[in-house]
């Protein structure tokens, strides 16, 4: 037998793209790195291409484009935006290309999507906060970014959670799942709200909870707010066993189910056309079995 050369070895290699929206958020590092590490250690025969958007709707698509020119089989995707980048997902479509979104959707049916359901993780921690603040409160959300499929549910959610009860938001504000921006809404929330008139923080992401946290911690009124988040971080796990975050509901970062899902399309496998996957709340009962098990 020939040996094959490094290049007709490539050549050989199903080549698998990978466009992430954003890299400047742990949650999206995790969920490209799990599935990188996957691929490197199960699928010898598998290149992974990944691309950065960089938090711009403009750049993914463009990644995207780069990559339907490369001739990827499957297109692995978690969208900035659903409005920005569905047109570039159905030029792959239309390419004959394997689509697999992760965890936000687009605006046209793909092959698979892969994900966990927001609505209700919203709707839960709604109901939480309902519970824990006795029926009754003000409450201050941090939204992810704008038209995002996740920010979306995240609030239509949590707004379902509250219907009815005595809670109300009395601010919200897209702060793009960025724990920076959640720092200065919130500083300029706590100039407008005085002490006692805010009993709630509900962030659509763990960062921007401990932004938050951080903004409470230096007005000295952390004591009087309860700031419950999602995604499941291991800050945000031990800020619960440190008393300073009531909740976080856990968002799997679909690592290695994106690029097992993916390996079955280009093997020609049937693959549900959407895998939902669970999450969990996280709160003082059950923190000490979570610790160190998050991302």
């Known amino acids: 037998m020939v040996a094959m050369s490094g290049a007709s070895f490539a050549a050989d290699k199903i080549l698998i793209g990978f ?21 490197e250690e199960h699928y010898k025969d598998v290149e992974l291409v990944v691309t950065d958007g960089q938090n711009d709707s403009a750049k993914q698509v463009a990644d995207v484009e780069s990559l339907i020119a490369r001739g990827v089989k499957v297109l692995m995707i978690s969208p900035l935006t659903s409005d920005a980048l569905t047109p570039v997902v159905q030029q792959a479509l239309d390419a004959g290309i394997k689509v697999v979104t992760m965890d936000r959707k687009v605006n046209v049916p793909v092959t698979v999507h892969v994900g966990a359901l927001n609505l209700p993780i919203g709707e839960s921690a709604g109901k939480f906060l309902v519970k824990a603040l006795d029926n009754k409160g003000k409450v201050i959300e ?6 995002a499929s996740a920010t979306v549910d995240r609030h239509d959610g949590f707004m379902k959670g509250i219907e009815g009860s005595g809670l109300e938001v009395v601010a919200s504000q897209n702060c793009d799942y960025l724990r920076e921006n959640a720092v200065k809404f919130m500083e300029d929330q706590l100039q407008r709200f005085g002490p006692g008139e805010i009993q709630a923080v509900y962030a659509h992401n763990d960062e921007m909870a401990l932004g938050a946290i951080q903004a409470l911690e230096a007005a000295n009124r952390l004591g009087e707010v309860k700031v419950v988040g999602v995604d499941g971080q291991n800050n945000a ?40 996957l669970p999450g969990k709340q996280i709160d003082a009962t059950n923190i000490k079995e979570m610790l160190g098990t998050g991302f």
Request: hydrophobic share 40%; proline share 4%.
């Open 19 to 39: 466009s992430q929206g954003t890299l400047n958020h742990p949650w999206r590092v995790a969920m490209v790195e799990g599935n990188k590490k996957y691929a």
């Open 142 to 147: 941090l939204q992810g970014t704008g038209g």
């Open 237 to 276: 796990f031990e800020a619960i066993a440190a008393g300073k975050l009531a909740a976080t509901f856990t968002y799997p970062y679909v690592a290695p189910e994106g690029i097992e899902i993916a390996y079955k399309l280009a093997k020609g496998e049937k693959v549900d056309a959407e895998v939902i």
